[in-house]
Each structure stands twice: as C-alpha cells, then as structure tokens.
C-alpha cells in the first residue's frame, strides 16, 4: 500500500493559497462610453497635443473618423449706420440711395444737329458804274437791244438788270431775241464782230454776208444739262447763251454738229468760231465736250479764280 501522506503535504499549501485568492463578488465592468458633445471636433480641427499629453480619442490608434457636421454660417456682421444695406449673395448691388437734394442725373448725350439749310441763292447785283460802262460799249458796237424789268424767278434764277438784244450787231440778228446781262450781250458782241464775221469771210465768202445767229437758249432758270440735283445753270443768271447755226445773205445755214473731222472749209469755220470763244468767254463747250452739247455751243461768262477758263 502506497503512502499518500507527503503528496497531501505537497498539495496542501496549494489548496490553502487558493481557497484565499477567491474571486471578487463583482467582475470587472467596462468603462462607460465618453458623453458625446453636440459637435465633435474633427481631427483637422483637434488642437495638437502638447509633449507628454496623451493624444486626443479622435487621434488615438483604431479609433473610428468622427463624422464631421456641417459649421454653422458665421452671424453676418451689423451694418454700420452709415453704411447701405449689404448687397446680396450672387447678385447685383443696387444702386446708391440717392440724396434727398441731389436732382436724377441724365445720361450725357449728344445733341443731334440738324444741317444747316443752304443759304439762298443771291441774284448778282449790278455793279451802278460797271453796267453803265456796258451799255455805253454795247450801244457803241450797234447792237440792237432794251432794257427791262429785274427777274426774280425764285431759287438763285433772276437778273438784276436784264436785256432783252434784238441784233448783236448792225445787219446781224439774234433769232430769237436774247435775254441776257450786259456782260454776256456785250461779249458775244464782240466774238461776233471780231472772230465770226472774219472766218466766215475767209470760208463761206460766195454765200455772202452773216445775216443771223440761230440761238437756242439765253435766259431760262434750271440747274447745269437740265439737271434734277446739282449747281444752277449760268443760263438761270443771264450769263450764258447757246449757239445752234449760223445764217448767210445766200440762205445758207451752218449747224453746229460734231466736225473734229470734218475736213472742209465748213468744218474749218466751226472749229475756228469755237476755238475763239474762249478769248471772249470763260466757258465754252462744244459737240465734242459731252452729249449735252452735240447740237450747240454753250458760252458763258462765270468769272473763276485767277482768271482761269474751261474750253472743250
């Protein structure tokens, strides 16, 4: 038979430390969950932990991200009294109040100007001494004319002393009679004289003396080729007659046409009394200056600077 008796001395102290380390009446319990605050800060917001302090739960290993709530919108800071309400998110500022003494300023605007009207035309007044000196050279030179009433047709047509010329010259006669200034009258009185009557001596002799010049226009008031718009016409001053033909003794007559290439001595008259024009006159156009003229010769007496003169 086996002695237990040293294995129960052996096992005894143990028993006895046992039985003294008994467990407590009440576990352990786990510590209460921190009260949660109405915003948890998140961890870009926590405070940075001192040397030595522990970190914060958020920042702690294994602790779950605090889920961010939304920040409040920051109270908008009182207006000052001097200042306008504060202007509104995404939208126009309104416009200053404006003060009670200031009156609503309009926007600066151009005035509109309406062009003035054209100046009326003027009838050329007679110069008292000039005119008088005129008719002394006309009658002079044994033209046929008379003196009339002032024409004032309106629109710058008119003339202040007006002739109305029967013959330019003795035997010589304007057919139909001419109205015209004493200037023009007395101009044409002279190319008659001292160009026409020679070249036709020289071209036309057999057919006899020049007994009329065929005029087909003096005084009429329009504006430059019967135009509807542009300048007046010299016509519309008296300045200006047009030629159609020339009648001799012999019943001839010469008609002004184009003849730059006419080569006979009728041509050669044309061209001679057209080209001596311009001694007399500051215009002179001719068949070959335009449509217009196809038929006629246009002389004029329109004074230009420096004496300068148009002839074609």
């Not at 609503?104 to 008292?128: H, M, R, S, V, W």
Request: net charge negative; aromatic share 4%.
């Amino acid at each position: 038979m086996i002695d237990r008796t040293p294995l129960l001395l052996l096992l005894l102290p143990a028993l006895v430390f046992l039985a003294g380390a008994s467990l407590p009446a009440d576990g352990p319990l786990p510590s209460k969950k921190p009260a949660e605050t109405s915003a948890p800060v998140s961890r870009a917001e926590a405070a940075p932990a001192k040397d030595g302090e522990p970190k914060a739960a958020e920042d702690a290993p294994g602790a779950p991200d605090a889920v961010p709530t939304p920040k409040e919108k920051p109270d908008e800071p009182a207006a000052s009294p001097s200042a306008g309400p504060a202007p509104k998110p995404d939208s126009k500022p309104e416009p200053a109040a404006q003060k009670p003494d200031e009156t609503p300023q309009e926007p600066a605007t151009t005035p509109k100007t309406e062009p003035a009207p054209p100046a009326p035309l003027a009838i050329e007044t007679e110069d008292p001494k000039a005119y008088a000196q005129c008719l002394t050279d006309l009658k002079a030179m044994g033209a046929t004319f008379e003196e009339t009433a002032r024409i004032d047709d309106g629109k710058g047509c008119g003339i202040d002393k007006p002739l109305v010329v029967t013959d330019i010259l003795p035997g010589v006669t304007l057919k139909p009679k001419a109205t015209l200034r004493c200037e023009a009258a007395l101009e044409l009185a002279r190319w008659t004289r001292e160009a026409v009557l020679p070249a036709a001596g020289t071209a036309v002799p057999e057919d006899g003396a020049l007994t009329t010049i065929n005029q087909a226009s003096s005084y009429i008031c329009r504006l430059r080729n019967n135009a509807a718009t542009g300048k007046i016409s010299e016509h519309a001053r008296g300045n200006a007659i047009d030629i159609a033909s020339f009648t001799f003794k012999s019943g001839k007559t010469i008609a002004i046409q184009p003849r730059d290439e006419d080569s006979t001595l009728t041509g050669a008259f044309q061209r001679a009394v057209t080209a001596t024009g311009c001694l007399y006159f500051e215009t002179v156009l001719d068949p070959g200056s335009d449509e217009a003229h196809e038929d006629h010769l246009h002389f004029d007496v329109l004074q230009r600077r420096g004496g300068y003169r148009y002839c074609r």
